[in-house]
């Protein structure tokens, strides 16, 4: 069994895989849009360019996301997601790309679990963590 994250962005998902693709390498490995549905009736012609479903790679992690229902301001409320970096130069680095524009929780730093753990959230307000931890004995 695999558990997916699937994230709405209410009409900024193709800003957002952008986004990811320069922030933290992300691959697209499908998109499609409204207007390619087979079932046109309720497509509304606003919404006919937007990203009905889309699936991207960051790293080993395949993250699926959608512009929903292109309602407007997207909620990410009470989730985050976690990226592990190999070093604490990769951790900086990811940290400092993706809030960039967004929001710093907890500013990276060394905590007694990680080399550099930081908390933000995006200029979406996808919630990140980032670590890079340290060795468990």
């Known amino acids: ?10 009409g900024r998902a193709e800003e ?12 697209v490995d499908v998109m499609m849009r409204f207007k390619e ?14 990203v009905m479903h889309a699936a991207i790679k960051i790293g080993d992690t395949q993250i699926l996301l959608s512009d ?21 130069a990769e951790a900086d680095r990811l940290f400092n790309a993706l809030s960039k524009g967004g929001q710093v929780t907890m500013p990276m ?13 995006d200029k979406f307000g996808v919630g990140w963590m980032v670590i890079n931890g340290k060795p468990m004995d």
Not at 1 to 10: D, H, N, P
Not at 68 to 88: H, P
Request: contains cysteine; proline residues 3%.
């Open 1 to 10: 069994m695999i558990v997916q994250s699937y994230l709405s962005f209410e």
């Open 109 to 121: 730093g060394e905590t007694f679990f990680a080399n550099r753990f930081g908390i933000c959230s």
């Open 37 to 50: 549905a087979p079932e046109q009736s309720m497509i509304t012609p606003e919404s006919r360019d937007k």
């Open 68 to 88: 929903g229902r292109c309602a407007g301001k997207a909620s990410f409320s009470g989730i985050s997601l976690t990226l592990s970096a190999d070093t604490a």
């Open 16 to 27: 957002a895989i952008e986004f990811y693709k320069s922030a933290v390498g992300a691959k």
